[in-house]
């Protein structure tokens, strides 16, 4: 899985950075762009917040504030203490951006569940209680991927594609349960 | 340890498990998990390769071309770290903002909007309905069609913990199943790292993806911690992923470390939308070897990485970070002396929190408490959130937290820390506002500010060291900012309620800005937790904008600075590698006692001898039983065993796979073979097996220093050429060996502390 995990890498990345090139350069949406004019209290009018999708140069008081609330001479006044900003948000990218994240979520949740649940059951069934060769450390070593040293063993004898890949991923394994065994069992690591 | 797969007592290539198990074929130069590097030979590998291609580009235009592309690489990697770690920033934040905001609701038109987003087109007008819109619902108006009331209330509660709960609860099974080295900040690992440790898989691809999937996990299920320690740990394990692909940075562990500094760079950058702070930090807090070369191209990365997440725009304001302020009003002279309290505050918090948590990490570490890793995690996340829930200060996120008390009181603010009584005739611009009697609102702010602080600085005890990837940058800012605010309020209606008195009489218009306090608290609450100084400082002012408040940002540095290494000399992340017995040697600790090198070699009187091989007169079946017997890293090799002149030191792992490969390969060569050093082979009668020359592998120019060289030099000389051993010789003769482990033991010695505590090589 240490290939696989490179490729997943690297498809990964390539995926973020397609993405944020189509991101940047995607069609902006018309209601991704905004003025919002934040106006205070003025005499007996209350405080009100205007919004409009106008571009950068209408973004001012007299472009956005409709209806108007004061009369004509009092306006000038009142948008003096207006504050208006511009604000730009790109509705796409945020879409995308978590559509992708969800994905590779639930990827990982469910290939975890694959294997700390599926997995050892799977094998359980396919190769019988006899078969399964436990060595010295792992005795008792109910955490995933407990069965990596026996599998490796088997299966060195058949060198196909699938295989490959199959000892690839057992050599993950063993490098997680040898992290999982710094960190969290012996706390020589990351404690 | 179970990772040494060159098992040495399976010298003869018995156990065809171990073929599988061994990675294909290692060449010699390459380095064991948990052991130091060798900064020299990686120096001279390099010089030597870099002499190689210029040589050859003269030779023909391709090899010219290869010439410039090797130049080229460096700012080619930089360029590639800069854009991932900014896209991957991007992701963060956006991810966070929407799954923070689905404690509480769901925006019903488009489920991937958070609250601010989803309520984006919205045309309410009236101010007090300026946060609700329609599309976007609470979880108790979804279930029960219910938005006041008590029963409401309770829902919300109850589902917002729930969510917490899950969502913690998915991060630590992550990290557990895919990837234990992503939990932690990764600083302190980081930092060991860039001093020549070999961590394998700390920066590796699945660390990247799981720590960059739990972070948005773990910041968004409420608990007291933020993201810009293990921001770092993402850049750098981008940085390792994409100097992996040059052979310049993949086969040389020196320059690989270069890209890594520059990548923490980029880290810090995006993590704070400083790049200039970012390459500070880099150089203070993370780096060991900091060449200019690097300093120009760390800038390089972060720079691309600011640009790369300004152009994803998480905030929709074009600004980097969530707490840009960017108000000018300057500030009183007077003020420095509450700027220097709350700096002598950040300083006491500093201490207090790296003594706490230490302790609370040393427990975790050595009791049964470590031994429940997922139920610890789910405990502190269900206190957290049923603690959290009813504060509206704790209740929204620390960065949203950070971001109200940073912003000054502008004309129509709607939070109750800026109910001030206002003079309804008032025809003010908005930033010129006077000083203004304190509301009801703000008095209740102040007492639910106190609580959220009295428990913020109590949970970030607990939460900062669990195994999820925690950083601490930002509980650090919130604390210093509640302090500061609160410290702001009081200043702010001191002066008002009696501007009479001699200092405040000019302070009526502008008048305080306790937005500055509470900027000025946070950069010392966190200068006094990771003892940082030019880097905190221009991380600040790149967060502010404005050159007006370096000099309340300095003095509150410089006070939290000495107030805290008042009661101790560490920072958090040198508190963290001392626990975990990381053998790193700080440039920052200084050695100023009298001992020379003869009190620190081995071996020490009562020892055995020193384990040596000699240059000629040695067979491959002794080396191999030398080997086996013992585990020292390294041998020095003599002219004879009774002139102990010193040729070389040779390397364990080297002579080990020279051995195995000469067995392998080589014909002739026995148990019984002579192991040669030199040149020619020695002298032999005639039916002796074939002698084995093993000249390649010596290294014919090892670091010696004398008996009675002070242990200052000594320690000097392993800081700054990142040596890993050092021969003491007497007259020409070989007396001992210092190895890095015995000068950090004997450094501990010296200050009291535990020398069994230092665990690696």
Same mark, same amino acid.
């Given at each position: 899985?240490?290939?696989?995990?490179?490729?997943?890498?690297?498809?990964?990345?390539?995926?973020?950075?397609?993405?944020?090139?189509?991101?940047?350069?995607?069609?902006?949406?018309?209601?991704?762009?905004?003025?919002?004019?934040?106006?205070?209290?003025?005499?007996?009018?209350?405080?009100?917040?205007?919004?409009?999708?106008?571009?950068?140069?209408?973004?001012?008081?007299?472009?956005?504030?409709?209806?108007?609330?004061?009369?004509?001479?009092?306006?000038?006044?009142?948008?003096?203490?207006?504050?208006?900003?511009?604000?730009?948000?790109?509705?796409?990218?945020?879409?995308?951006?978590?559509?992708?994240?969800?994905?590779?979520?639930?990827?990982?949740?469910?290939?975890?569940?694959?294997?700390?649940?599926?997995?050892?059951?799977?094998?359980?069934?396919?190769?019988?209680?006899?078969?399964?060769?436990?060595?010295?450390?792992?005795?008792?070593?109910?955490?995933?991927?407990?069965?990596?040293?026996?599998?490796?063993?088997?299966?060195?004898?058949?060198?196909?594609?699938?295989?490959?890949?199959?000892?690839?991923?057992?050599?993950?394994?063993?490098?997680?349960?040898?992290?999982?065994?710094?960190?969290?069992?012996?706390?020589?690591?990351?404690? | 340890?179970?990772?040494?797969?060159?098992?040495?007592?399976?010298?003869?290539?018995?156990?065809?498990?171990?073929?599988?198990?061994?990675?294909?074929?290692?060449?010699?130069?390459?380095?064991?998990?948990?052991?130091?590097?060798?900064?020299?030979?990686?120096?001279?590998?390099?010089?030597?390769?870099?002499?190689?291609?210029?040589?050859?580009?003269?030779?023909?235009?391709?090899?010219? &071309?290869?010439?410039?592309?090797?130049?080229?690489?460096?700012?080619?990697?930089?360029?590639?770290?800069?854009?991932?770690?900014?896209?991957?920033?991007?992701?963060?934040?956006?991810?966070?903002?929407?799954?923070?905001?689905?404690?509480?609701?769901?925006?019903?038109?488009?489920?991937?909007?958070?609250?601010?987003?989803?309520?984006?087109?919205?045309?309410?007008?009236?101010?007090?309905?300026?946060?609700?819109?329609?599309?976007?619902?609470?979880?108790?108006?979804?279930?029960?069609?219910?938005?006041?009331?008590?029963?409401?209330?309770?829902?919300?509660?109850?589902?917002?913990?729930?969510?917490?709960?899950?969502?913690?609860?998915?991060?630590?099974?992550?990290?557990?199943?895919?990837?234990?080295?992503?939990?932690?900040?990764?600083?302190?690992?980081?930092?060991?790292?860039?001093?020549?440790?070999?961590?394998?898989?700390?920066?590796?691809?699945?660390? @990247?993806?799981?720590?960059?999937?739990?972070?948005?996990?773990?910041?968004?299920?409420?608990?007291?911690?933020?993201?810009?320690?293990?921001?770092?740990?993402?850049?750098?394990?981008?940085?390792?992923?994409?100097?992996?692909?040059?052979?310049?940075?993949?086969?040389?562990?020196?320059?690989?470390?270069?890209?890594?500094?520059?990548?923490?760079?980029?880290?810090?950058?995006?993590?704070?939308?400083?790049?200039?702070?970012?390459?500070?930090?880099?150089?203070?807090?993370?780096?060991?070897?900091?060449?200019?070369?690097?300093?120009?191209?760390?800038?390089?990365?972060? @720079?691309?990485?600011?640009?790369?997440?300004?152009?994803?725009?998480?905030?929709?304001?074009?600004?980097?970070?969530?707490?840009?302020?960017?108000?000018?009003?300057?500030?009183?002279?007077?003020?420095?002396?509450?700027?220097?309290?709350?700096?002598?505050?950040?300083?006491?918090?500093?201490?207090?929190?790296?003594?706490?948590?230490?302790?609370?990490?040393?427990?975790?570490?050595?009791?049964?408490?470590?031994?429940?890793?997922?139920?610890?995690?789910?405990?502190?996340?269900? &206190?957290?959130?049923? &603690?959290?829930?009813?504060?509206?200060?704790?209740?929204?996120?620390?960065?949203?937290? &950070?971001?109200?008390?940073?912003?000054?009181?502008?004309?129509?603010?709607?939070?109750?820390?800026?109910?001030?009584?206002?003079?309804?005739?008032?025809?003010?611009?908005?930033?010129?506002?006077?000083?203004?009697?304190?509301?009801?609102?703000?008095?209740?702010?102040?007492?639910?500010?106190?609580?959220?602080?009295?428990?913020?600085?109590?949970?970030?005890?607990?939460?900062?060291?669990?195994?999820?990837?925690?950083?601490?940058?930002?509980?650090?800012?919130?604390?210093?900012?509640?302090?500061?605010?609160?410290?702001?309020?009081?200043?702010?209606?001191?002066?008002?309620?009696?501007?009479?008195?001699?200092?405040?009489?000019?302070?009526?218009?502008?008048?305080?800005?306790?937005? @500055?306090?509470?900027?000025?608290?946070?950069?010392?609450?966190?200068?006094?937790?990771?003892?940082?100084?030019?880097?905190?400082?221009?991380?600040?002012?790149?967060?502010?904008?404005?050159?007006?408040?370096?000099?309340?940002?300095?003095?509150?540095?410089?006070?939290?600075?000495?107030?805290?290494?008042?009661?101790?000399?560490?920072?958090?992340?040198?508190?963290?590698?001392?626990?975990?017995?990381?053998?790193?040697?700080?440039?920052?600790?200084?050695?100023?006692?009298?001992?020379?090198?003869?009190?620190?070699?081995?071996?020490?009187?009562?020892?055995?001898?020193?384990?040596?091989?000699?240059?000629?007169?040695?067979?491959?079946?002794?080396?191999?039983?030398?080997?086996?017997?013992?585990?020292?890293?390294?041998?020095?090799?003599?002219?004879?065993?009774?002139?102990?002149?010193?040729?070389?030191?040779?390397?364990?792992?080297?002579?080990?796979?020279?051995?195995?490969?000469?067995?392998?390969?080589?014909?002739?060569?026995?148990?019984?073979?002579?192991?040669?050093?030199?040149?020619?082979?020695?002298?032999?009668?005639?039916?002796?097996?074939?002698?084995?020359?093993?000249?390649?592998?010596?290294?014919?120019?090892?670091?010696?220093?004398?008996?009675?060289?002070?242990?200052?030099?000594?320690?000097?000389?392993?800081?700054?050429?990142?040596?890993?051993?050092?021969?003491?010789?007497?007259?020409?003769?070989?007396?001992?060996?210092?190895?890095?482990?015995?000068?950090?033991?004997?450094?501990?010695?010296?200050?009291?502390?535990?020398?069994?505590?230092?665990?690696?090589?």
């Amino acid at each position: 899985m240490a290939g696989g995990a490179g490729l997943c890498g690297l498809l990964g990345s390539a995926l973020a950075l397609a993405g944020f090139v189509g991101l940047v350069t995607g069609a902006k949406n018309f209601e991704d762009v905004r003025c919002k004019c934040i106006c205070p209290p003025y005499k007996d009018h209350p405080g009100n917040i205007y919004n409009k999708n106008v571009s950068q140069k209408d973004c001012d008081c007299l472009h956005v504030v409709e209806p108007m609330p004061v009369p004509g001479p009092d306006v000038e006044a009142y948008c003096l203490r207006c504050e208006c900003k511009y604000e730009e948000r790109s509705s796409v990218t945020i879409k995308v951006t978590i559509i992708i994240y969800l994905s590779i979520l639930g990827l990982l949740l469910l290939y975890m569940v694959y294997l700390t649940l599926v997995e050892p059951i799977l094998k359980r069934r396919l190769f019988g209680h006899s078969q399964l060769i436990q060595s010295d450390e792992d005795i008792g070593d109910h955490q995933p991927f407990a069965n990596a040293h026996d599998v490796l063993a088997r299966s060195r004898s058949r060198a196909n594609v699938l295989n490959k890949v199959e000892y690839a991923q057992q050599r993950w394994k063993l490098q997680v349960q040898e992290q999982r065994k710094s960190v969290f069992d012996r706390h020589v690591v990351l404690s | 340890t179970g990772t040494n797969m060159v098992n040495a007592g399976d010298m003869n290539g018995s156990g065809n498990l171990m073929d599988f198990l061994d990675e294909p074929f290692p060449d010699v130069g390459t380095y064991e998990d948990f052991h130091t590097i060798d900064w020299l030979r990686e120096k001279s590998r390099d010089t030597d390769r870099h002499r190689k291609i210029t040589s050859k580009s003269k030779e023909s235009i391709w090899e010219f &071309i290869k010439s410039l592309l090797d130049a080229w690489s460096g700012w080619v990697v930089m360029l590639l770290i800069g854009l991932l770690a900014g896209t991957l920033a991007g992701v963060i934040d956006l991810a966070v903002d929407w799954m923070t905001d689905l404690k509480e609701g769901v925006c019903l038109s488009a489920f991937w909007y958070s609250h601010e987003q989803c309520c984006w087109t919205s045309n309410e007008t009236t101010f007090d309905d300026r946060d609700k819109c329609p599309q976007w619902q609470k979880w108790s108006e979804l279930l029960v069609n219910q938005s006041e009331g008590a029963s409401a209330y309770i829902l919300n509660y109850f589902l917002y913990i729930m969510w917490a709960l899950s969502f913690a609860f998915l991060a630590v099974s992550l990290v557990r199943v895919f990837a234990p080295y992503a939990c932690g900040s990764g600083i302190p690992e980081i930092k060991t790292i860039l001093s020549g440790f070999i961590i394998r898989g700390y920066l590796g691809k699945w660390t @990247l993806l799981i720590k960059t999937v739990t972070l948005v996990l773990v910041v968004s299920s409420g608990l007291s911690l933020g993201k810009e320690g293990p921001l770092v740990h993402v850049a750098c394990c981008c940085g390792n992923f994409f100097s992996s692909l040059f052979s310049k940075y993949s086969k040389n562990e020196g320059k690989r470390r270069e890209v890594l500094s520059a990548a923490a760079a980029a880290g810090v950058s995006v993590a704070f939308g400083a790049p200039i702070g970012g390459v500070l930090f880099s150089l203070e807090e993370v780096s060991y070897y900091f060449p200019l070369k690097t300093l120009w191209r760390s800038f390089f990365a972060a @720079l691309v990485a600011a640009f790369t997440l300004r152009s994803i725009n998480p905030f929709g304001n074009s600004r980097l970070v969530l707490f840009y302020v960017e108000y000018h009003t300057p500030w009183y002279m007077a003020e420095l002396f509450p700027f220097i309290l709350l700096g002598v505050f950040g300083g006491l918090w500093g201490t207090l929190f790296i003594r706490c948590n230490i302790a609370w990490c040393r427990r975790r570490k050595t009791t049964r408490l470590g031994k429940y890793p997922v139920l610890e995690v789910i405990v502190v996340t269900a &206190i957290t959130a049923i &603690i959290a829930y009813p504060n509206p200060y704790t209740r929204r996120s620390t960065s949203e937290l &950070i971001s109200e008390l940073f912003n000054d009181c502008g004309a129509l603010e709607s939070s109750q820390l800026c109910d001030y009584i206002n003079d309804p005739n008032m025809t003010r611009p908005v930033d010129d506002i006077p000083d203004r009697p304190a509301g009801f609102g703000v008095y209740t702010a102040m007492w639910q500010l106190a609580l959220a602080l009295i428990f913020k600085i109590i949970i970030t005890i607990f939460t900062f060291g669990m195994k999820i990837p925690s950083g601490l940058f930002i509980p650090s800012m919130a604390v210093g900012a509640m302090a500061g605010r609160m410290v702001g309020i009081g200043v702010e209606q001191l002066a008002y309620h009696h501007h009479d008195w001699i200092i405040f009489r000019n302070w009526c218009r502008p008048g305080v800005t306790p937005g @500055l306090y509470a900027m000025v608290g946070a950069a010392a609450c966190l200068g006094g937790v990771t003892r940082m100084t030019v880097s905190l400082v221009v991380i600040m002012f790149e967060l502010t904008g404005g050159l007006e408040y370096i000099v309340p940002l300095m003095a509150a540095a410089v006070t939290s600075k000495w107030v805290a290494d008042a009661f101790g000399k560490e920072g958090i992340y040198e508190a963290h590698i001392h626990l975990n017995g990381y053998p790193f040697l700080d440039v920052k600790d200084e050695f100023t006692h009298r001992t020379l090198a003869t009190d620190v070699m081995r071996p020490r009187r009562g020892e055995p001898p020193l384990s040596v091989l000699t240059q000629d007169s040695m067979t491959v079946e002794d080396v191999e039983t030398l080997i086996k017997e013992t585990d020292y890293n390294g041998f020095p090799v003599v002219v004879s065993k009774d002139s102990e002149r010193l040729i070389g030191f040779a390397q364990r792992r080297e002579l080990i796979l020279a051995i195995k490969n000469a067995r392998q390969r080589q014909d002739g060569v026995v148990s019984n073979s002579i192991m040669y050093f030199t040149e020619d082979p020695p002298e032999l009668p005639a039916n002796s097996p074939h002698p084995l020359k093993l000249r390649r592998i010596l290294n014919l120019s090892p670091f010696t220093v004398t008996d009675h060289t002070p242990m200052e030099t000594v320690v000097d000389i392993f800081r700054k050429l990142g040596l890993r051993q050092c021969l003491v010789t007497r007259s020409g003769r070989l007396l001992g060996i210092i190895t890095k482990k015995d000068v950090l033991r004997h450094m501990a010695q010296m200050a009291n502390q535990d020398p069994e505590s230092i665990m690696f090589n």
